[in-house]
């Protein structure tokens, strides 16, 4: 039963990580898709604004 035990665990996380890939690849694009761009283009540009704004300080 010692091999039982051993291989459990290694299956059970195989089982895990399948799921949480199949949720990855089921969730990109779709109706959120464009949402989702938004909010990183976004973002981004916060993140650029800020860094233009701290580098026109310095100078």
Do not use: H, W
Request: proline share 3%; glycine share 6%; aromatic share 6%.
């Amino acid at each position: 039963m010692d091999y039982v035990s051993a291989l459990v665990p290694p299956v059970v996380m195989a089982v895990f990580f399948i799921g949480v890939i199949r949720v990855i690849v089921k969730t990109q694009g779709g109706a959120n898709k464009a949402k989702e761009d938004a909010a990183v283009d976004a973002a981004l540009a916060r993140t650029q604004s800020a860094r233009q704004a701290s580098a026109g300080t310095d100078a």
